[in-house]
């Protein structure tokens, strides 16, 4: 069951090409928490996002998207763990540390992606997550991401 609101919506000012609302050329991914430390996106590719074979959707999107989700679901933690409502009060930024992604079979053009996050660890300063994007019922790709708190002027 989705909370009402997606994470990208309640986060102020973000211009970002994969997850920010105010990026009206972007991708425009939406995330929802679907427990205490997991989260999922659906993400509908265009036929312009495809690989060099039209039938498969480009490895920079699929980074992109794993990139935003989790980054997102970060933020939304870091809210969470001061006890305020995602986007309430002062700013909670965090940035991408490390995007290891493990490409491991061709995800499809045509066809919805579906992306989990999970939250391996969080410290004051980063959060460890691993993220899983699955297309046509199979996992396509996984990442590791190292996502590190930064200050607001960043
Ligand atoms: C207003 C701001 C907007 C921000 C973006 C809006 C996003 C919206 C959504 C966007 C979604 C898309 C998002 C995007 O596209 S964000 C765009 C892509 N990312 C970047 O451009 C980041 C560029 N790099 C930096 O700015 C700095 O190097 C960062 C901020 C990453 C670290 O800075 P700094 O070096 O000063 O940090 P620190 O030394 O105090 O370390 C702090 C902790 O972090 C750990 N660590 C650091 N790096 C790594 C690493 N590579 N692997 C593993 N761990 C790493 C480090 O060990 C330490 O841990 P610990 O020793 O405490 O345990």
Same mark, same amino acid.
């Given at each position: 069951m989705h909370e009402p609101a997606a994470i990208q919506d309640q986060i102020p000012e973000n211009h970002c090409y #994969?997850? #920010?609302?105010?990026?009206?050329? #972007?991708?425009?991914i939406k995330s929802y928490w679907t427990g205490e430390d997991e989260t999922v996106c659906t993400f509908t590719p265009s036929p312009h996002h495809c690989a060099g074979p039209t039938q498969y959707l480009n490895g920079g999107i699929i980074a992109t998207v794993m990139d935003c989700h989790t980054i997102c679901t970060a933020i939304a933690d870091g809210y969470r763990q001061a006890g305020r409502a995602t986007g309430t009060g002062d700013k909670i930024w965090y940035a991408t540390g490390k995007l290891d992604v493990q490409y491991r079979a061709p995800a499809l053009i045509d066809e919805p992606v579906e992306l989990t996050a999970k939250i391996l660890e969080r410290s004051e300063r980063k959060t460890h997550l691993q993220c899983e994007l699955k297309s046509g019922g199979r996992v396509c790709a996984t990442a590791d991401v190292i996502a590190v708190r930064v200050p607001d002027n960043w």
């Open positions: #994969g997850c #920010g609302p105010e990026n009206d050329r #972007g991708l425009q």
